[in-house]
């Protein structure tokens, strides 16, 4: 079987196709044949070397976390799936439920265990879960990271009601689909962007409020404008310092800012009596438990939500798909099939 592997000096141009043994489930494990993976700004930081989880990248890794595949045969002992079975992989393959701790948080796929970007693939049968028949095997493949960091953002760590107001920054993934779960929950959406088509098609989707970033750099104005002065209700940031000054800005008293990525850079950028002055609430989050995603799961399928897939490649242009990834391209998810 075929697999994709990256190292040092690291970098889109260091990651090749290799042929390796078929790989045998032993007891506890899963042999999945992955039909897709998704590309989230994580692994565009790992083939760069720049991922850091616990420790250094080093050595030779295989990348992704996100995957859909089908259930090819299991080891012994394995009761929650069985073969012809549709799975996702789950990002913390150790994660199942409770609080989030260090041994947890160091079983996330890609780094430190090998990751789902190849045709064959063991898993612990508690790494994986099945999904929702009405997906496609590219919108499966979208959900372990990017669609579990919103909804836990959302509904897990937020106390929200229907009517509240969500400031969603960027067309990203996680953005995207804040945006849908913020709809079906009843929410009231600001969508942010440096791209006036992007946020109409934001629109299309049902954003409430438009805002482009670009022309408006100053955008938490508008967004308290648009909520009578009071501010928004929850902020989804991603930018990190480049824009969580903006956020703390435009958060209610006692609001809630989820810090989830740092796309625009990291570095100081929080002022601590801002942060007091409006008693707002920052919490970083990273994606969420299997119990999350089975949750997250029942609602999708309950409101039929289509995962959006903007760019699908071959995974033998995984080179092309991380150039688009780099340059912004996509609006929602992009996908590699196998």
């Not at 592997?5 to 899963?30: A, F, H, L, M, Y």
């Not at 609080?99 to 994986?128: C, M, N």
Request: proline residues 5%; hydrophobic residues 40%; charged residues 20%.
């Amino acid at each position: 079987m075929r697999a994709l592997e990256v190292s040092e000096p690291w970098g889109p141009d260091q990651i090749r196709i290799v042929e390796r043994e078929d790989p045998k489930p032993g007891p506890g494990e899963v042999l999945v044949r992955m039909k897709a993976v998704s590309l989230n700004y994580r692994d565009l930081l790992m083939i760069n070397g720049m991922y850091n989880r616990g420790a250094a990248i080093s050595g030779t890794i295989t990348p992704f976390s996100d995957g859909c595949g089908i259930v090819e045969a299991v080891g012994p002992g394995v009761t929650r799936v069985q073969p012809g079975d549709r799975v996702s992989t789950l990002f913390f393959q150790g994660w199942t439920s409770g609080r989030a701790t260090v041994e947890k948080l160091l079983t996330s796929l890609g780094s430190p265990i090998p990751g789902a970007g190849r045709e064959l693939a063991v898993f612990s049968q508690e790494g994986v879960s099945k999904v929702p028949d009405f997906l496609t095997d590219e919108q499966v493949s979208t959900l372990a990271c990017a669609a579990l960091t919103a909804w836990r953002g959302l509904f897990e760590d937020a106390r929200l009601e229907p009517g509240d107001t969500v400031v969603l920054q960027g067309t990203g993934g996680v953005s995207i689909f804040g945006l849908q779960f913020a709809k079906a929950a009843g929410y009231r959406t600001v969508v942010t962007s440096s791209s006036d088509e992007k946020l109409s098609r934001a629109k299309a989707l049902g954003a409430d409020v438009l805002i482009n970033y670009k022309t408006t750099p100053d955008w938490s104005k508008p967004v308290r404008a648009a909520t009578g002065g009071v501010g928004a209700d929850f902020v989804m940031e991603v930018g990190g310092a480049g824009t969580i000054q903006q956020s703390l800005k435009a958060v209610r008293i006692g609001g809630h800012v989820a810090i989830i990525g740092v796309v625009s850079g990291a570095g100081e950028g929080v002022n601590p009596a801002q942060l007091i002055g409006n008693n707002a609430r920052l919490q970083g989050l990273s994606v969420g438990s299997r119990e999350m995603f089975e949750a997250m799961c029942r609602a999708i399928d309950l409101h039929r939500i289509s995962p959006v897939v903007d760019k699908v490649f071959p995974f033998t242009e995984v080179r092309a798909a991380f150039e688009a990834m780099r340059a912004g391209e996509h609006f929602g998810k992009i996908v590699l099939t196998f």
